[in-house]
């Protein structure tokens, strides 16, 4: 199993201003994901990040907005952009690392509570 | 567009008894589905996966049933105690793909 860290736990952060999160697993995984999960809804997946190639995003969410990094195998940053009081919300990072076509389940963070005021 | 329907009142029972929490879905033809458990303020943590031509899977307390023809999952947790408060959440998978979607959860409380 991976163990997996974020940074920070929780901000509070004033419109207009940018927030990254730094996400640190304890082992090299091939891919990485990260969610965002507003409350009382579902976990939604903002975007894939591979290592040495640029991230993958869902529909809904771009680039501008959630410029992420993936400089290596056990580390990756998600920016939250010009932030509104829309953007607070719960942002999970997860990994999964499997080998072939079985389906493994995924490792997530503790999570960032994100406050825009 | 694929949907995930799980019960959004939460679950209250009484310790000792059998929690049944239901995950029910449209539009889509899951390869697998998976249980996760999240607390308050923590990330979700793995607990199943059944695959579709599987019809039940258990796991010490736990017992997962997959009905393709209904489209509906159901996940067991047999003597319940209060550690078992928590939101569960379901989620669908394709062997074609590594996305994950997820369902909105169930709060689970359980009385001593």
């Known amino acids: 199993s991976a163990v997996i860290s974020q940074k920070p736990s929780r901000d509070i952060c004033q419109r207009g201003t940018s927030l990254t999160i730094q996400c640190q697993v304890d082992?090299?995984?091939?891919?990485m994901f990260w969610y965002r999960q507003q409350p009382g809804q579902s976990l939604t997946l903002i975007a894939t990040a591979n290592q040495g190639s640029e991230a993958t995003y869902e529909s809904g969410f771009v680039i501008d907005k959630f410029p992420i990094s993936r400089p290596n195998l056990t580390f990756s940053t998600l920016t939250v952009s010009n932030m509104s009081p829309e953007d607070s919300s719960i942002y999970l990072c997860s990994v999964e690392d499997y080998s072939g076509r079985t389906p493994n389940e995924q490792f997530f963070g503790p999570g960032t509570r994100l406050t825009v005021l | 567009s694929q949907k995930i329907e799980q019960n959004s009142e939460a679950l209250n029972i009484q310790e000792g008894k059998t929690a049944t929490l239901t995950c029910n879905y449209t539009?889509?033809?899951?390869?697998?589905l998976q249980w996760y458990r999240q607390d308050p303020g923590r990330g979700p943590v793995f607990l199943l996966l059944?695959?579709?031509?599987?019809k039940e899977k258990r796991k010490e307390r736990l017992k997962v049933t997959f009905d393709t023809t209904l489209k509906q999952s159901l996940f067991h947790i047999t003597a319940s105690q209060p550690a078992d408060s928590a939101t569960y959440l379901c989620a669908l998978g394709k062997d074609s793909s590594y996305k994950l979607i997820f369902g909105s959860g169930t709060r689970l409380l359980v009385r001593p």
């Open positions: 082992s090299q995984v091939t891919m």
């Open positions: 059944i695959r579709e031509n599987e």
């Open positions: 539009n889509y033809s899951p390869a697998y």
